[in-house]
T-cell receptor
Framework: KAGVTQTPRYLIKTRGQQVTLSCSPISGHRSVSWYQQTPGQGLQFLFEYFSETQRNKGNFPGRFSGRQFSNSRSEMNVSTLELGDSALYLC?????????????FGDGTRLSIL | SQQGEEDPQALSIQEGENATMNCSYK?????LQWYRQNSGRGLVHLILIRSNEREKHSGRLRVTLDTSKKSSSLLITASRAADTASYFCATDPKSSGDKLTFGTGTRLAVRP
């Protein structure tokens, strides 16, 4: 079974630009969650999508948005990029239909803002 | 906000020794999970312990949970150089407004 795939692996952008990151979950998983990981703040939850609907949202500004498609693939968009957005963005999938299911992570997209 | 705080932040041991990492959290939880992250990679799920469980084993891993103290520990026995990684606890809170929340992590280095 293929794991969670995130593309691209690395991305360099400049301030003010926007970026779209992609995540393909494990086949059969309907929940996709996104996290931002930085040395200073650690792992911060961005949002979770389940069956194309946003089910949970973390404390990030509206510049961060996402969506999920009917095949459960998800995209995350960040607009008007700031230097502080430099981070490793991780997505994780699970069945999402009951409590206590482990998250399966991709290897992330490393975003650098110049 | 960080629900879990790991202790110590960093740990260096010799191969063959045991490694113990602790996690403290603040709110009531459904379960607590431990994950491992190798440098530059995603997180890998290690073990899940439910709030009504006190101890769980998986191979060389032993996890304990004390809900009265809001703390958990991860013990890795007979460590190997390949265990070198960062280890995170993650709490699944009972509050419906929150999702899985990760701690700050413990960086473990196992010297061959």
């Amino acid at each position: 079974k293929a794991g969670v795939t995130q593309t691209p692996r690395y991305l360099i952008k400049t301030r003010g630009q926007q970026v779209t990151l992609s995540c393909s979950p494990i086949s059969g998983h309907r929940s996709v969650s996104w996290y931002q990981q930085t040395p200073g703040q650690g792992l911060q939850f961005l949002f979770e999508y389940f069956s194309e609907t946003q089910r949970n949202k973390g404390n990030f500004p509206g510049r961060f948005s996402g969506r999920q498609f009917s095949n459960s693939r998800s995209e995350m968009n960040v607009s008007t990029l700031e230097l502080g957005d430099s981070a490793l963005y991780l997505c994780a999938s699970s069945h999402g239909d009951r409590e206590g299911q482990p998250q399966h992570f991709g290897d992330g997209t490393r975003l650098s803002i110049l | 906000s960080q629900q879990g705080e790991e202790d110590p932040q960093a740990l260096s041991i010799q191969e063959g020794e045991n490694a113990t990492m602790n996690c403290s959290y603040k709110t009531s939880i459904n379960n607590l999970q431990w994950y491992r992250q190798n440098s530059g990679r995603g997180l890998v799920h290690l073990i899940l312990i439910r709030s009504n469980e006190r101890e769980k084993h998986s191979g060389r891993l032993r996890v304990t949970l004390d809900t009265s103290k809001k703390s958990s520990s991860l013990l890795i026995t007979a460590s190997r150089a390949a265990d070198t990684a960062s280890y995170f606890c993650a709490t699944d809170p009972k509050s419906s407004g929150d999702k899985l929340t990760f701690g700050t992590g413990t960086r473990l280095a196992v010297r061959p």
